[in-house]
């Protein structure tokens, strides 16, 4: 199947910090990308769907201006999580598909723990 | 958006019996999907169905999926320790553009 790498697999910074997380699709072109978040023992939240050449469109909830994304590129999207704060640690996921409405591929995710 | 609900939350077996998972959804979809996550990991794809299929099989897996009640099911043969993770069943509804909203999950243990 489809490969999806994400990029570091885990980050500790301090409360404050901008932090940067990487998703890339290795073996295919990705027009759209989505970055979902989990707390522990919680299912999959979406945050907000990545669009190549255009804006991110952020779920209800979630602050464009918190999480940055961009979509440089149709193999890479980046997540910005800026001025972290320790109540943004958690496991975050991204996900990608070489087709509209199939099999979505994810990355094996980036747990972010700020101190 | 809403969430999809999955029972039981909690499911513990010995090997070699069957699992079974269900999952409810709210919304139209052009698909229902099945992962599996295994603790602090990525997620693994494990089966789609479409909403004109009723039923599909792939290995040890089975689902079922009834677009009138809402509802899928997703059935583990002969299960095996390793089968221990956690299942989400993910909902691609009309008009998402593939966006995908998870169940709760069911964290499924397989005692050796």
Redesign the interface.
């Known amino acids: 199947?489809a490969v999806v790498s994400?990029h570091p697999s885990w980050v500790i910074c301090k409360s404050g910090t901008s932090v940067k997380i990487e998703c890339r699709s290795l073996d295919f072109q990705a027009t759209?990308m989505?970055w979902?978040r989990q707390f522990p023992k919680?299912?999959?939240?979406?945050m907000a769907?990545s669009n190549e050449g255009s804006k991110a469109t952020y779920?209800?909830g979630v602050e464009k201006d918190k999480f940055l994304i961009n979509h440089a590129s149709l193999t890479l999207s980046t997540l910005t999580v800026t001025s972290a704060h320790p109540e943004d640690s958690s496991?975050y996921?991204c996900?990608a598909?070489p087709e509209?409405?199939?099999?979505?591929?994810?990355?094996?995710?980036s747990?972010l723990t700020v101190l | 958006s809403q969430q999809g609900e999955e029972d039981p939350q909690a499911l513990s077996i010995q090997e070699g019996e069957n699992a079974t998972m269900n999952c409810s959804y709210k919304t139209s979809i052009n698909n229902l999907q099945w992962y599996r996550q295994n603790s602090g990991r990525g997620l693994v794809h494990l089966i789609l169905i479409r909403s004109n299929e009723r039923e599909k099989h792939s290995g040890r897996l089975r689902v079922t999926l009834d677009t009138s009640k809402k509802s899928s099911s997703l059935l583990i043969t002969a299960s095996r320790a390793a089968d221990t993770a956690s299942y989400f069943c993910a909902t691609d509804a009309l008009g998402s553009g593939s966006r995908l909203t998870f169940g709760e999950g069911t964290q499924l243990t397989v005692n050796p």
């Open positions: 199947g994400q759209t989505f979902y919680q299912s999959l939240m979406l769907t779920e209800q496991f996921i996900s598909s509209n409405h199939g099999e979505l591929f994810f990355g094996e995710g747990r």
